[in-house]
């Protein structure tokens, strides 16, 4: 990534995934469009949350909605089990620009009401840190709302239960 200024692209989402790493507390979202892949991960290696991440978790990106994406590309390799060398294109997102006069109108449901609540912002400190951290965890059960989400699309449906006479023994 040796680009200064990230590219811009629009983009519509068409699938979201997710892995969880236990060992950094951290995971990694593909956001899968019709451009192509685009990564970002929930923190730097600093701990830090990223700017994408809390983005994502603002916006409540879904598939479906196109967006704006800000971010760098860069060429990469992996060997296949052929044992043949396989280039790629590594999209890594930097952020997710705001809208505003120069970008295009996109379709955004947010996680939380954008309207500023008020009460919250004048009340005395204990409500407003309450509040501050309502939102916090608010994003935070959005991203796992989206990893489970996506495991549950890749793990097949085991929700057949076979019928079962009453007045007979269980098989066990």
């Known amino acids: 990534m040796?680009?200064?200024?990230?590219?811009?692209?629009t983009a519509q989402i068409t699938g979201i995934e997710s892995?969880?790493?236990?060992?950094?507390?951290?995971?990694?979202?593909?956001?899968?469009?019709?451009?192509?892949?685009?990564?970002?991960n929930s923190k730097k290696k600093?701990?830090?949350?990223?700017?994408?991440?809390?983005?994502?978790?603002?916006?409540?990106?879904?598939?479906?909605?196109t967006i704006e994406i800000a971010y760098f590309t860069s060429k990469e390799s992996f060997v296949n089990p052929?044992?043949?060398?396989?280039?790629?294109?590594?999209?890594t997102v930097a952020y997710f620009p705001k809208d505003d006069e120069n970008s295009p109108k996109r379709p955004v449901t947010p996680l939380i009401a954008q309207t500023p609540n008020t009460e919250a912002h004048n009340a005395p400190g204990d409500l407003s840190k309450l509040w501050e951290e309502l939102q916090k965890l608010t994003g935070?059960?959005?991203?796992?709302?989206?990893?489970?989400?996506?495991?549950?699309?890749?793990?097949?449906?085991?929700s057949f239960i076979a019928p079962v006479d009453e007045d007979q023994e269980p098989p066990f």
């Open 2 to 9: 040796n680009q200064e200024k990230p590219l811009v692209t």
């Open 19 to 40: 892995k969880f790493y236990a060992d950094s507390q951290s995971s990694s979202f593909t956001l899968v469009t019709d451009k192509g892949k685009f990564r970002f």
């Open 46 to 65: 600093t701990g830090e949350e990223t700017t994408s991440h809390q983005q994502f978790q603002k916006y409540g990106f879904k598939s479906g909605d």
């Open 82 to 91: 052929k044992g043949e060398t396989i280039m790629y294109d590594k999209n």
């Open 140 to 158: 935070r059960v959005r991203s796992l709302e989206i990893m489970l989400n996506a495991k549950q699309s890749i793990v097949p449906d085991k």
